[in-house]
């Protein structure tokens, strides 16, 4: 074990109650635990170790941060209630806010103090952010922004929003002429509207709606009509958080299968595809790692997700389909089959990957 996860490894004995490992299925609805483990990781340097000290890190290099994450993984640590606040939002500030906005705004997202919604996807336009139609005309100091979102994450719990809006109609280019502003959530004219969901175990969504809402021109996140570009940067930092969770929640969902001795051939057969979509995910994973760590931006991440987000499904349905009627009457096993579902929806849905492989791995002409 390297030195790197020794001190990580500690700070777990030290962070998490000493039954963790037994009772990990248990843990994973304590609020509380979730709460304070994320509080603990950032004040050691252990939420985003690739980071300086003092925003959550250690200034760990990419391999040994990666290391760390999969690791967390692998143990299955408590999850962060507002993982696109850590995830997304966070990089974005850290790239893109001007002081002001850092000082106020990034320590609170990192500890989860305050919780942030993503405003991008839109009713038709899904995710396809060159598409979207909400408007923010600049009056002097404030922009006023009319139009809505849906899909988005915990708005409601959420106190601020990255908002997507369209502040140049004319542009040559449909995503040239997006902006991103810092939306507060509880401003005049926002209303939000929880959409009814599957199980409680899977994050809220809703729908926001904006009439004449008046945000502050010193809001804009990044430079005016630059909007594509922050979100296209601050994407990135979610995108080895997926293809991990991905490789460890496959490999999980199938362990009970492994211990049992009377599987069919046809379930031993599904079984040991799965366990090779497993290893492709996890390789594939580190290819695009060592290829970004080599100055290129690998086009296989776009298969990753795709690959990724599907083993998935077919993991817990496995799972499920193996453990007979016992799975029905299994609430955590029909939760992970439930929390699965959304895996080929969130961070681009398979359609979209299917579109920007064939146009940017295989070279196929795009569909006007």
Known sequence: MSDVLAAYDR???????????????HYRHDDHLRTEFQVASFEAGWLVPDWEPGLGGQGLSSGDALAV???????RVPKIHNVQGVGVVAPGLRRFGTPAQQDRLLRPVLRGDEWWALGMSEPGSGSDLASLRTQARREGDVFVVNGSKIWTTQ???SRWATLYVRTDPDAARPHAGISCL???????GVDVRPIPRAAQSVDAFCEVFLDDVRIPADNLLGPLNGGWRVASESLEHERDMIWVNNWVEIAQAVEPALRRPDLGDDALTELGRILADAEAVRFTGLRTVFGRLSGRDPDEFFILKLLGSEAAQ??????MESTGVDGLLDAQLMEDRVESLGATIYGGTSEVQRNIIGERVLGLPRDR
């Open 69 to 75: 994450r999969v690791e967390g993984a692998r143990r």
């Open 155 to 157: 708005a409601r719990e």
């Open 182 to 188: 810092i939306l507060d959530l509880r401003s005049p």
């Open 11 to 25: 700070f777990l004995g030290e962070a998490l109650p000493e039954d963790y490992a037994a009772r990990v299925d």
């Open 314 to 319: 077919r993991a817990t349905r496995f799972a």
